[in-house]
């Protein structure tokens, strides 16, 4: 079957502009993460859904950051003024309840120039 | 806090060499215990969940273990192949909530033909 799917694989947006990224998790997966790699690290959490709300929201590092998943599917990390130190790829993971492995999509790469 | 330590970051051995991935853990109060394969530009695939009664899960030529008393967990990987070249990172939940990851920065494995 399909895995976690992320659009776009790429994105280059200008210091200041507002992103938004896509997350279609695996069907049926009830739970949601979204988390932020950057070169030679491992990734950061920022933020869990179960279900259509946000469970753990902790790993958010700041107001400019916000998720979404309305019906429980697909979700949407927002930047907006992004800024250069938001250059990283996004990783968003689902799994079907907690405390099971968790299936990741290839990630968004975004630089902001 | 939850600190999960991966040393070395690289390591490259010949083809056929039985090998042993560390992962060291500050907090052993854990749920399970994850070991994730990530390939260059590409997200994390789950490769063992290890819960916290047990010791050890096996997959093919891969073997984890898990001692939590003293905050380690240990990848075996037999008879290694220049396929198993990549970035072996482990994963723990952090203190408390079992939702979200702490990753190691991962060890990127060379194996030489």
């Known amino acids: 079957g399909a895995g976690v799917s992320q659009t776009p694989s790429n994105k280059v947006t200008e210091k200041g502009k507002y992103v938004e990224l896509r997350c279609d998790p695996i069907?049926?997966?009830?739970?949601l993460y979204w988390y932020r790699q950057s070169l030679g690290q491992g990734p950061e959490f920022l933020i869990y859904?179960?279900?259509?709300?946000?469970?753990?929201d902790s790993g958010l590092p700041n107001d400019r950051f916000f998720a979404v998943r309305p019906e429980g599917s697909v979700s949407t990390l927002k930047i907006q003024r992004t800024e250069r130190g938001d250059s990283a790829v996004y990783l968003c993971?689902?799994?079907?309840?907690?405390?099971?492995?968790?299936?990741f999509g290839n990630g968004t790469r975004l630089t902001v120039t | 806090k939850q600190e999960v330590t991966q040393i070395p970051a690289a390591l490259s051995v010949p083809e056929g060499e039985n090998l042993v991935l560390n992962c060291s853990f500050t907090?052993?109060?854990?749920?399970?215990l994850q070991w994730f394969r990530q390939d260059p530009g590409k997200g994390l695939t789950s490769l063992l969940l290890?819960?916290?009664?047990?010791r050890e899960q096996t997959s093919g030529r891969l073997n984890a273990s898990l001692d939590k008393s003293s905050g380690r967990s240990t990848l075996y990987i037999a008879a290694s192949q220049p396929g198993d070249s990549a970035t072996y990172l482990c994963?723990?939940?952090?203190?408390?909530?079992?939702?979200?990851?702490?990753f190691g920065k991962g060890i990127t494995l060379s194996v030489r033909p």
């Open positions: 290890i819960q916290s009664s047990q």
């Open positions: 859904f179960q279900g259509t709300g946000a469970a753990d």
């Open positions: 069907s049926g997966h009830t739970a």
């Open positions: 993971a689902s799994s079907p309840q907690r405390n099971s492995p968790l299936h």
């Open positions: 994963a723990v939940p952090s203190t408390g909530a079992n939702s979200k990851l702490t």
């Open positions: 907090d052993s109060a854990i749920y399970n």
